[in-house]
């Protein structure tokens, strides 16, 4: 076995072909990666995988056969396939016909693009406040307006 | 040599046609054909077509019911999970880069492995109702095998990571490239998923079926 540092995981889509974020990767992030697949097996070199192992796993990825297998195992080849059994019913199973028709049922008449649909509401939202804004402004004008005129009125019967 | 192999029949047919021809789906009301491609469709939604989403929909629902299925064990949780998905897609389709099915995928993925963190339990509830339902005949509905509950119960207790290369490769009937190319990982990081995947099932199972 070996650490496999070129390796991707699940939230690093595409890690392993991007020489330079496998690069970044190092060996930095081998804590964060789920046990399972720090360890890649080199051929010819399967401690943990002895020969009946290695021989019904080849048998189960379709690189040998049955026969093969069952020289190296018989007993694990017939609880693989009676696995294999219950695997293949679980092959034929199908949505239910009430699932498509909710999805369906559930779309909206017109499709609004999620991304459009945000722009859209923030531009309202924008709006909204700046209406808000010109109106608290015009308010204000005529109050500080009307209070101008009132001190004048008073100021000028004061004088007079 | 394959021929001998269980599951590996018909994984050289691609899927999308395999698929295709078993959903029973609601009629679409645009005379759209299986030969249109994704891409086709995908247009003629956005156009304003809201009915040939339906294509989409019966092209790929039944292996993402299926996985979803296998990962949460739940058929009830799976139907929500798809449902959530296709819809999410509906609305983001002029995101979609490359191939539909591969994005699709990706989100029905991703739904899973949040239901699985949201519920924070190490197994999954195994009462009656809450048994798969979905399969092709009555009969097989009605023949639950002990075996099948024991497969249930064992696939439960694999990491979720295991789990899903297991079900992506046994129940999905995926290759290894295939599998490597829609969870951005390596062939060789999946055959020791499968491979750690098999060997705790065969622990759990030997026992009582070897």
């Excluded at chain 1, 991707?8 to 046990?35: H, K, T």
């Excluded at chain 1, 219950?86 to 999805?103: F, G, L, Q």
């Excluded at chain 2, 590996?8 to 959903?23: D, E, F, K, L, M």
Aim: proline share 4%.
């Amino acid at each position: 076995m070996m650490l496999d540092p070129n390796e991707a995981q699940e939230g690093r889509a595409n890690a392993g072909r991007n020489p330079e974020y496998r690069d970044a990767a190092g060996d930095g992030s081998q804590a964060d990666r789920p046990l399972a697949d720090r360890e890649v097996p080199l051929h010819g070199m399967l401690p943990a995988e002895d020969g009946p192992a290695l021989a019904l796993n080849q048998w189960l990825d379709g690189d040998v056969t049955e026969a093969d297998a069952r020289r190296a195992d018989s007993k694990q080849v017939e609880l693989w396939n009676r696995i294999a059994t219950e695997t293949d019913r679980r092959k034929r199973m199908v949505t239910p016909a009430y699932v498509a028709a909710n999805i369906m049922a559930a779309l909206p008449e017109k499709r609004v693009e999620a991304q459009a649909a945000t722009v859209t509401a923030t531009a309202t939202r924008t709006t909204v406040a700046a209406d808000t804004e010109r109106g608290l402004s015009m308010n204000m004008a005529l109050a500080v307006g009307v209070g101008m005129f009132a001190i004048g009125l008073a100021v000028g019967k004061l004088v007079l | 040599m394959s021929s001998t192999i269980p599951w590996s029949a018909g994984v050289s047919v691609p899927y999308v046609r395999r698929y295709a021809n078993a959903v029973k789906m609601t009629e679409t009301a645009t005379p759209l054909t299986e030969v249109d491609s994704d891409q086709d469709v995908i247009s003629r939604v956005i156009a304003g077509d809201r009915d040939a989403f339906a294509t989409l929909i019966g092209r790929y629902s039944d292996p993402l019911y299926r996985h979803a299925l296998g990962m949460t064990g739940s058929p009830d949780v799976a139907e929500d999970i798809l449902q959530t998905s296709f819809i999410k897609a509906y609305h983001h389709l002029t995101e979609v880069r490359g191939r539909f099915d591969a994005w699709l995928f990706r989100i029905v993925a991703n739904g899973c492995k949040d239901w699985l963190k949201n519920i924070r339990r190490t197994h999954l509830s195994y009462d009656e109702d809450d048994q798969p339902s979905g399969f092709a005949s009555p009969d097989e509905d009605l023949d639950r095998t002990e075996l099948r509950t024991d497969l249930d119960y064992a696939l439960a207790q694999l990491a979720p990571s295991l789990r899903e290369a297991f079900i992506m490769k046994h129940v999905e009937g995926r290759s290894y490239e295939e599998m490597a190319d829609l969870l951005g990982t390596t062939v060789g990081a999946l055959k020791m998923r499968v491979h750690r995947a098999r060997e705790a099932l065969q622990a759990l199972l030997e026992e009582k079926y070897a």
